[in-house]
């Protein structure tokens, strides 16, 4: 059921060695490209990084960017800093979303991590071999999951419920 | 197939005079509330609006606001200013995609419209009765699509194609 699957999508941080084939990644990347964007604009590039090197210099760029090491592709995300960053982060949303959901279709994992800070920002643009405008503030790794891992998880899971979080507008006169 | 109905979703910006129930916008936030966000954070909450006089109000504090005024109903998203507006625009592009995604599962039409300027974005805020940290710069619309319109839409539609967005990382010696 398409809610169930849209609902279920989860982070995967610890990934098989079972490799990602290039037909997959470009079946995500395909759903990713669809995104909608302010104005149509699709700020964005994808740079596709298998490099187990680059992916090990990445993943130290953020403090909760170590699943980029182990997973068998990331997906790095480019945005045009050129566009607003408000509506060029919320389109990068939507078109990572996009991709993790298209990965999550096809039984892959994958999890989201943010460069920070700024330096950090720049470094991974530099290693994607990109420069100003564009900007490599994310980048997602995609893999087969791995059996679940003992302990908890460092983040905190579940949701908060629905009644926390919708709010009423004002009520109107007349 | 999941991955098309991932791909197929497009903005609708014109909507027909059926009502979206209220179990359908319980069932698109129960969707949206599931998206991942830095560390967790859910840095996001949800505002519900069908006052006609509101909506009308709210479409004219954006460019492209206009097609707020004619859907049924608009979640407003208000983002959490305590959290670096990148991770939050980021998150609410991802909480956003869901939601449009599970409104299009549903057989219902949805687009987003950003609030802009600034003094804009105060103003939805207020509107939507939040204060800071809390700030509204997001609407989308929710409704039935009316039959299409003559005419060429003002955004340009398709999509770039995937070999201009992906880009090879450099080569790596050794």
Chains 1, 2 share one sequence.
């Not at 408000?86 to 078109?95: C, I, Q, S, V, W």
């Amino acid at each position: 059921m398409s809610l169930e699957l849209i609902k279920g999508l989860r982070a995967t941080r610890v990934f098989s060695d079972v490799p990602v084939g290039r037909e997959q990644v470009r079946a995500v990347l395909e759903v990713a490209r669809w995104a909608g964007s302010a104005r149509n604009r699709q700020p964005w590039r994808f740079v596709v990084v298998r490099d187990q090197g680059l992916l090990r210099e990445l993943s130290v760029l953020g403090a909760y960017a170590g699943h980029l090491a182990g997973a068998s592709v990331v997906v790095l995300l480019a945005v045009d800093g050129t566009v607003s960053a408000d509506d060029a982060e919320f389109d990068a949303g939507r078109a990572a979303q996009n991709l993790m959901l298209a990965a999550h279709a096809l039984g892959l994992g994958s999890c989201p991590a943010s460069f920070f800070p700024a330096v950090n920002v720049r470094a991974a643009t530099e290693l994607a071999g990109l420069r100003e405008p564009w900007r490599v503030r994310t980048g997602i790794s995609l893999g087969y999951p791995a059996p679940p891992l003992q302990g908890s998880p460092a983040i905190p899971q579940g949701r908060l419920p629905l009644s926390d979080l919708v709010i009423e507008p004002p009520q109107r006169d007349g």
